[in-house]
């Protein structure tokens, strides 16, 4: 396992040193190459992922052409929340964009960290907050297409997530911001000028 990935989150969720032990001994490591599906769009999540390297997209299908609409990278937790805790089948794709060192756990397990997580009140409030983060993220993504023109959109991304500019493929950046490929050129040109 690796401990100093993990000291992150142990940080951040105040609970005992014998459970951290017990929680870690839950994930299972394991290395993705580039466009892994993690999760497929109709199946039931029973994996949520710690992503430790790399970048992983959500997706999903509409009308034959994949809409890319949220990123995760290192050290950010990625599941289909909904299909995990309802075991609904997932509105959505989970694939990874390059490369991955990734932490799945499974959902009985991830059940027994929760009951213990409600039993703290700093670490439920460090749970919740995330949660609301996560919410918070999709509502101003969503948002952006109603306040944002394409070329707003891309500097707001440009300015707010240099990192996935340089490494997610422009297909996926143009899927996220509702634009073609040649649409994200013209944009970049424009920019640039």
């Not at 609970?15 to 580039?34: C, G, Q, S």
């Not at 390297?53 to 959500?58: H, P, Q």
């Not at 023109?149 to 891309?154: A, F, G, H, N, S």
Request: contains cysteine; positive net charge.
């Amino acid at each position: 396992m690796a401990p100093d990935f993990f000291e992150k989150f142990r940080r951040q969720f105040p609970l005992a040193e014998e459970k951290w032990a017990e929680y870690i001994d839950y994930y299972h490591r394991v290395e993705a190459p580039a466009r892994t599906v993690l999760l497929r769009e109709g199946e039931i999540s029973r994996k949520a992922w710690l992503i430790e390297k790399g970048c992983v997209r959500a997706w999903f299908n509409s009308k034959g052409k994949d809409i890319t609409f949220q990123f995760f990278v290192e050290n950010m937790a990625v599941s289909s929340a909904e299909s995990f805790r309802k075991k609904i089948p997932s509105i959505f794709t989970l694939e990874t964009v390059e490369p991955c060192v990734l932490h799945w756990i499974h959902k009985k397990d991830m059940d027994v960290i929760l009951q213990d997580i409600l039993r703290v009140p700093e670490a439920r409030d460090r749970m919740i907050e995330t949660l609301f983060d996560r919410q918070l993220n999709y509502a101003n993504h969503f948002l952006s297409f109603i306040k944002y023109t394409p070329q707003e959109r891309y500097a707001r991304l440009v300015a707010e997530r240099p990192d996935l500019i340089l490494r997610v493929p422009q297909q996926y950046i143009a899927s996220y911001l509702g634009v073609t490929p040649v649409s994200l050129s013209r944009i970049k040109s424009k920019l640039m000028r």
